[in-house]
């Protein structure tokens, strides 16, 4: 419990309490004021600065909603304490329809709108908060290190578990690809079970995994905690993957014709329209219609190498369970375009791998 809490102009942020181990940090806060629809918390700012990742913020909620800040660290320990500072926005209860947002004009299609060169709306800050948090090193250090050591092939590759870490907020599951590895592992249909039969699922809200600086491989991944179930045993149970083929990292497009070299199977080009402001391409994701696996990355890459971003996305989810993706080349000019994968194909293990963890 934290019950820390600090007014400016007529809006109370309240830090209610945080769960903190050495891994994760779980800041759970509440921002309240008189006459607002949403409050919003903006992204926060540490002191001193924290190497992790950091979900929260933005969220647009109503006053007096539990939100959180999550702090993920992989190399690095929950530090003794820091102090997080962040700016409050809002949507007044009488703030009009026409106020809270400017749609595309009538003569402006959505593909265009994706194109526009629009500045970044910022929105006015209401307040501004200061907070500092200590923790009690008798929760930042407690874990559990298991060595596990255990190879397997999966889809023709190999993998190797390596460690597993056991914190009160989650459990880490680490794992290395070989060498001669013919694709990258993205993800794992996974799940932990202890002698009673009872099961921990991947994270769902929150971190999920962790990559590879070096490689598009991902390393590290994210469990339910079975901490506090005073679990004897633990058993790993891995029934699929998604991989990145090395070989496919990159895809070429030929815009004017509409066609792409290679895609992962259940993704397929939709159309590839040429606007006044650059190219949207769009495409049909059937398998499955995740967000993660929507296929591309955010990169793309004209011939000569030259490295472009996509600074919006699009994505949607159809009634049939289909997704579309849609790529704004904003600028671009070239008839081809190199665009960069996040996954090539998904495999399920014929027979699930079953490793003991403890």
Request: hydrophobic share 35%; aromatic share 10%.
């Amino acid at each position: 419990p934290i019950r820390k809490s600090q007014t400016e102009n007529v809006i109370t942020a309240t830090i209610e309490y945080v769960i903190v181990d050495q891994k994760q940090v779980n800041i759970f806060y509440t921002l309240k004021g008189e006459g607002y629809e949403t409050l919003s918390a903006e992204f926060p700012v540490f002191t001193p600065e924290q190497k992790c990742g950091v979900i929260g913020g933005g969220l647009g909620k109503p006053p007096g909603t539990l939100q959180r800040f999550l702090l993920d660290y992989d190399d690095n320990d929950v530090p003794e304490g820091f102090t997080v500072s962040f700016g409050v926005t809002g949507k007044a209860e009488d703030e009009t329809a026409a106020q809270r947002a400017v749609p595309p004009s009538a003569d402006q299609s959505v593909e265009d709108d994706m194109l526009a060169d629009r500045p970044a709306e910022t929105p006015d800050i209401l307040a501004s908060f200061s907070f500092d948090l200590t923790f009690d090193p008798a929760f930042t250090e407690q874990a559990e290190a298991i060595p596990v050591d255990s190879t397997f092939r999966l889809d023709g590759q190999t993998l190797t578990v390596t460690t597993a870490e056991v914190y009160p907020t989650h459990v880490r599951i680490n794992v290395e690809g070989a060498a001669d590895n013919t694709a990258w592992l993205e993800d794992l249909d996974f799940c932990l079970e202890n002698e009673d039969g009872e099961r921990f699922a991947p994270i769902s809200n929150g971190v999920s995994a962790s990559g590879d600086p070096d490689t598009p491989a991902m390393k590290s991944f994210r469990l339910e905690s079975p901490y506090f179930a005073d679990s004897a045993h633990l058993t790993l149970h891995i029934t699929g993957a998604t991989w990145l083929d090395k070989e496919k990292e990159r895809v070429r497009a030929d815009l004017k014709a509409g066609t792409v070299e290679w895609l992962p199977e259940g993704v397929s080009v939709q159309s590839m329209q040429h606007r006044q402001d650059g190219w949207v391409l769009t495409f049909d994701v059937t398998a499955p219609a995740d967000a993660h696996k929507q296929g591309f990355a955010s990169r793309y890459y004209g011939e000569d190498g030259t490295e472009y971003d996509m600074d919006r996305f699009g994505w949607s989810f159809l009634d049939d369970g289909h997704g579309e993706a849609y790529l704004p080349l904003r600028g671009y000019e070239q008839d081809t375009v190199w665009l960069e994968l996040s996954w090539s194909h998904a495999s399920q293990a014929e027979t699930p791998v079953t490793i003991p963890i403890k």
